[in-house]
């Protein structure tokens, strides 16, 4: 999962600080513990240097100044292009597809293009394995099995995830 | 009618590009009941569609509108150049005997007759002599390695030859598409395996086109493609990977 995209996902919906964009991650996306400050401003430094992101305004505060972030065209498309890739099927791949779906409902797009995009490349590699199955020995065969059932889970997980879309909207959107 | 063990077989790699099937803009009610909303197939010759999609979300109505065994109340289903949508009763009895083939997850054998005599039953409703649909039945039950159970009753048989010879039954016309609405769904991963991997191997040996339901994503893997389901409206995910 690459918590740059999922930053630049959260600065579409307006400008905001380094402080407010960890809370904001650690509201959504934090699952075992909260963001470090040092991983946030390291983050936004590489996204500044890449160009994905610009610093609207410098604001004087108590401490040292604060910059106000905001995303660029360029960071809107990496958004854009890391939303509509699938995944490489593999295990614990949840926390990147959780991700996605968060942000495609919180950036107002698709979420359920999202899912489909995973469900087609996920049975595109059970198909394979079937194949491979259907060719193979009884070893090759337990070894796609193994596979198989795991990509299942997936699956089965996204299909659920599908149908709970909606509910998932209004818990955001609360 | 074609009762031959035909080989029509179909790299699925490499489909003709005419379909052989083709249904648009499905809608289809029941009561106050949507059950298709906007359904849309395309099918080619020799293909194997996957249609899946949760509990509830119109698959198996489209598969019985592909079928022409419900009529949909708006769309148009093609089926080599006729609409179906516009055909008689008899007209689609016909298609349905001589040009589909049917599976379905439970409760299609009849208990009164032998395995080889259902095999052999849509033979005989087209009017091949007892004979010669017995011994072509008893080459499709081979084929579908269930031989062995050829003389005896589906009341003693397991579920999962019961389902091969439900197989073999479906296939026993060389159909064009057979129709399979959630035919593992009563069988163990095992057996559930068997089943999908004989009728799929056997229908492109044959070159059979499959309309395959099924909410297990194993069984879908089966097929060159497959098309989602959800409240009454097909999402096509591509296929051929």
Known sequence: MSLGTTFLGLLEGHPQHGYDLKRA?????????????????????RLLKNGLVEVEAIEPGAGPERKRYTVT???????????TRPENPEPYLQSALYTKVILALLTGRPAEQVLDVQRAEHLRRMREFTRRKSQGDLAEQ????????HLEADLRWLELTAARLNDLAGELAS | MRTGLTDRRTDPGRLPSEPLLTASGLRRSFGRTSALVDASLSLHPGEIVAVMGPSGSGKSTLLHCLAGLVRPDEGRIDYAGTDLTQASDTE????????????FQFGQLVPELTCVENVALPLRLGGTPRRRAERTALRWLERLDVADVARKSPGTCSGGQNQRVAAARALVTSPRVVFADEPTG?????NGERVIRMLTDTARENGAAVVLVTHEPRVAAYADREVVVRDGRTRDLGGLG
């Open chain 1, 25 to 45: 991650y650690d509201e959504h996306f934090a699952t075992k513990r909260p963001l470090a400050y040092g991983q946030v401003y390291a983050t936004l430094s």
């Open chain 2, 186 to 190: 009563a069988l163990d991963s095992l």
């Open chain 1, 142 to 149: 337990l070894i796609c099995d193994h596979a198989l059932f």
């Open chain 2, 92 to 103: 689609l009895s016909t298609l349905r005997r001589t040009e589909f083939g049917f599976l």
């Open chain 1, 73 to 83: 065209d360029a960071g809107i498309t990496d958004v854009e292009q890391w939303l």
